[in-house]
């Protein structure tokens, strides 16, 4: 090696040490101490440009010190409700991100202290920061987030430190601020949005069917999502609704396909009770009621949904049958564009719809058809029945919860429809439980003998 080689690579690792002396010598500690939080306002009202900031759901604190020092701050948030370029990003529909927004934390603060500023501190800063936020946000809120977020105002300064920090750009907002419940108002202002994975697999893991331990404490029941659907398919499935008979007067004030379309909605969610329907509809923006029908109020410029006895006295006397084959038409029609999330069994709105069944495509994740049976908990079998009558089985494999397997069920499948059927067994079935090892125990579950597959056969026939 030549002696200049030597003394450069000498000075590059003396500068590396250097480096990692001075990310060395940052510490990250964090804090939700209310005294703690008043005196990094203070800090942030003298020497940030946005000045203080306002808790937002989970709020965590980072303080940087270095010799005793504070010398950086950054200030964790909650998440943006909804960001298109986001959503995109991660893959999410509108159901998932309101379940799992809380694993996406937003930094709304970050600030170099003026005393200690000097080059590369901000990303060195952020890097430090990053790497010890998922097991400090985790020791105060019970979980780790997957995903950092943060805007950036291009007016202002061009986001140097979070790309040198390893931060990737997804573009700019809409430029429109929060005002209201349902409103947004332009200002003018769009601003850059930064993302940052918290861990390499964070997008698999934000889309994952199930999450790992340490992040599952983030999920939520999703019950702050406003739509499932886009605007045109909530156009579309009113439209539809519009079919089913109306047993009122002519002079109502919430037109059928709108308030059928609430109830769709909310089947297609997963809600059993009323209540829990209602407050689908309550949840639909502004721009969202008026697309499925509902009126502006009178001299104002609200669009009101209906009130729960509105929905309590009118189903009962909805043609329930015209209201599942209208569905199942509308659920067919669009097939493979709906989200992932809108699917459910046999769901049973209580003593006010009758026993609802669905039927879900495993692979596309989206349901294919409904039934519906007037005469409500305890026909879910009978509807089921119905459901797959409507269909064509051949070279299709049907899976069902415990409650469908018995035999009326496995003949008709296997025998009168051609099809497969994979049946389940829950504890309290002990003489099927029994039966399905006497007759499976010695088969090949990979490849299956000839007379091994003819007693598969016959136990799916029969159990």
């Known amino acids: 090696m030549s002696p200049f080689v030597a003394w450069s690579t000498g000075m ?11 990310i060395g010598n940052l510490s990250v500690r ?5 005294v703690e939080r008043e005196r990094v306002a203070q800090w942030l009202e003298a020497e940030h440009f946005l000045g203080s900031f306002k808790p937002v759901g989970h709020t965590m604190i980072q303080i940087l010190e270095e010799q005793g020092q504070a010398v950086a701050v950054l ?71 997957l995903l950092a977020e943060t805007f950036t105002d291009p007016e202002m300064h061009a986001g140097t430190c979070y790309k040198a920090a390893g931060w990737e750009p997804l573009g700019l907002t809409e430029g429109n601020r929060r005002h209201r419940c ?20 964070a997008r698999a893991q934000l889309c994952a069917a199930q999450l790992n331990p340490e992040h599952v404490r983030g999920e939520t029941s999703g019950a702050g999502v406003r739509c ?25 004030r919430f037109p059928m396909g709108a308030i059928l379309t609430v109830v769709a909605l909310g089947l297609l969610l997963g809600k059993q009770d009323l209540a829990e329907i209602f407050r689908v509809g309550q949840r639909l923006s502004q721009n969202q009621r008026q697309r499925i029908g509902f009126r502006l109020k009178k001299g104002t410029r609200f669009v009101p949904t209906p009130s729960y006895n509105v929905y309590r006295e009118l189903l009962p006397r909805i043609d329930l049958e015209c209201f599942g084959q209208v569905l199942s038409e509308w659920l067919s029609a669009h097939r493979g564009n709906l989200p992932a999330t809108l699917a459910l069994d046999g769901k049973c709105i ?11 495509d495993i692979e596309e994740k989206a349901p294919v058809a409904v039934a519906a049976d007037t005469r409500g908990k305890g026909y879910e079998a009978a509807c089921a029945r119905k459901l797959l009558d409507s269909v064509s089985l051949l070279n299709t494999t049907v899976i069902a919860d415990s409650l469908h397997t018995n035999e009326q069920n ?18 309290n079935q002990p003489t099927l439980h029994t039966l399905a090892h006497r007759k499976l125990d010695s088969a090949s579950p990979l490849l299956p003998t000839a007379s091994a597959t003819a007693v598969m056969s016959t136990n799916a026939r029969f159990a």
Do not use: M
Request: positive net charge; contains cysteine.
């Open 12 to 22: 590059k690792d003396l500068r590396k040490q250097s480096a990692d002396e001075k």
């Open 30 to 34: 964090s804090t939700v101490d209310s």
């Open 75 to 145: 200030v964790w948030a909650a998440s943006a409700y909804h960001l298109k370029d986001r959503e995109t990003y991660i893959g999410w529909d509108a159901v998932t991100c309101a379940q799992r927004r809380n694993l996406i934390v937003n930094n709304v603060r970050f600030l170099i202290r003026d005393a200690a500023r000097r080059p590369d501190l901000a990303s060195q800063a952020l890097g430090a920061a990053i790497r010890e936020l998922p097991a400090q946000w985790r020791a105060h809120f019970g979980y780790e987030p």
């Open 182 to 201: 349902d409103f947004y108002v332009p200002n003018q202002r769009p601003k850059r949005l930064w993302v940052k994975p918290l861990r390499p697999d």
């Open 228 to 252: 499932a659907l886009k605007s045109q398919e909530l156009y579309s499935l009113a439209q539809a609704l519009r079919k089913v008979p109306d047993p009122r007067a002519d002079s109502i």
């Open 350 to 360: 209580r003593a006010h719809l009758g026993q609802v069944v669905t039927l879900l």
């Open 410 to 427: 496995a003949r008709f499948i296997v025998q009168d429809k051609g099809g497969d059927y994979i049946a389940a067994l829950k504890d």
